[in-house]
């Protein structure tokens, strides 16, 4: 099948970027903020992250951007991380740590490539999510310690917070022709009844909620937990979906990965919302469409990840690492109605 980039794919999605090496790594750390350790790589979707151990000055995680991003959302993601840390100090984010040039970003031309934005940040230690026990304890903290976030970007503005990206559930739509992707016709109607209903219910109501800037991918691998505590949460990474967008969205987005348990698929969804309302209170209006954003995210998933998974083969195994869990929600939630979804978070997620 044609792996075809689809309209409105940005270069930083549709083209992968050159490899950087380990030892590169280590000398754009020497070269450029006079540290010395070792290097680790980690999966990214777009950039290249190293896990650094130096020798007395802690441990960072040095992030290489793709060639085709642009220096003005690094940016973005620096100043709101500065911002957090002055807002709510007590919030367990990333620092930025300068270069010795006193900057928080600076380019870099690798192996002849194009030039490459580069950064480093403390690194968070903890658990992944994603390898973490589930609780319902658990459940309401992450939407405890999402509505804090929120609150701590809530007076934060930037030019690249309008920045076109297809990881915005509002421009699920626009992922259409990727479901030609999806082998089981089954599945690939489940989708399209999900973008259908985002559509007819959710798309009307959006553009009259409230919104601001938010993180916008609250996902199992973006945020790290106690180890000895897995319902406590140490920390939140990576903030490179970061957009203005609705709060409903963002509240949306991390309640996709607290995955159906026994009983309603609903469930964990819920304490999380509850979580979240303990905090930040939800408007009616917001409730009514939550059920088709979440719908919305699940569908925005399969079909951008299940397009990377054939463009990128080397990447498969990573872009798709969530694919048995979010087949499993689309499927379930496909049998419940908006109207019976709507009436149970109202039942279940108000605040304790």
């Known amino acids: 099948m044609n792996a075809a980039v689809p309209d409105g794919f940005g270069e930083t999605l549709a083209e992968d970027a050159p490899d950087v090496s380990i030892a590169e790594a280590l000398a754009i750390l020497r070269r450029h903020y006079g540290l010395i350790g070792t290097a680790r790589p980690l999966p990214g979707e777009r950039d290249h992250n190293f896990h650094i151990q130096t020798e007395g000055e802690g441990e960072f995680v040095l992030k290489v951007s793709h060639p085709a991003e642009d220096a003005g959302f690094t940016d973005f993601q620096n100043k709101a991380l500065d911002h957090i840390l002055a807002v709510d100090p007590t919030l367990p984010v990333p620092l930025v740590r300068k270069n010795l040039e006193g900057d928080a970003q600076c380019t870099v031309s690798i192996s002849g490539s194009a030039p490459r934005i580069i950064r480093l940040v403390t690194y968070l230690p903890g658990q992944l999510l994603s390898r973490s026990p589930a609780s319902a304890a658990q459940d309401r903290n992450l939407g405890i310690f999402l509505a804090r976030l929120g609150r701590a970007l809530r007076g934060f ?52 909620l409230r919104a601001q800037i938010v993180h916008n991918d609250m996902n199992t691998y973006n945020v790290v937990m106690d180890a000895s505590q897995p319902e406590v949460v140490s920390g939140i990474l990576d903030f490179g979906d970061m957009i203005h967008s609705p709060l409903i969205c963002d509240l949306a987005i991390g309640a996709v990965y607290r995955w159906p348990a026994e009983g309603h698929p609903l469930a964990p969804a819920a304490r999380f919302v509850a979580g979240y309302q303990s905090v930040q209170p939800l408007e009616v209006e917001e409730i009514g ?11 925005l998933i399969v079909n951008i990840t299940t397009w990377q998974g054939e463009r990128f083969p080397a990447k498969r195994d990573y872009v798709l690492r969530h694919a048995g869990e979010v087949w499993t929600s689309l499927e379930r939630l496909d049998g419940l109605s908006p109207a019976d979804a709507r009436h149970y978070f109202l039942d279940h997620s108000n605040p304790e």
């Not at 469409?289 to 569908?299: K, Q, S, W």
């Open 157 to 208: 503005f930037h030019p690249a917070a309008g920045s076109d990206l297809l990881w915005d559930i509002r421009k699920v739509a626009k992922t259409r022709p990727m479901i030609a992707h999806i082998a089981d016709a089954g599945r690939r109607a489940i989708v399209e009844r999900a973008i259908d209903a985002f559509e007819e219910h959710a798309a009307p109501v959006i553009p009259k």
């Open 289 to 299: 469409i939550l059920f088709n954003l979440i719908r919305a995210r699940l569908a």
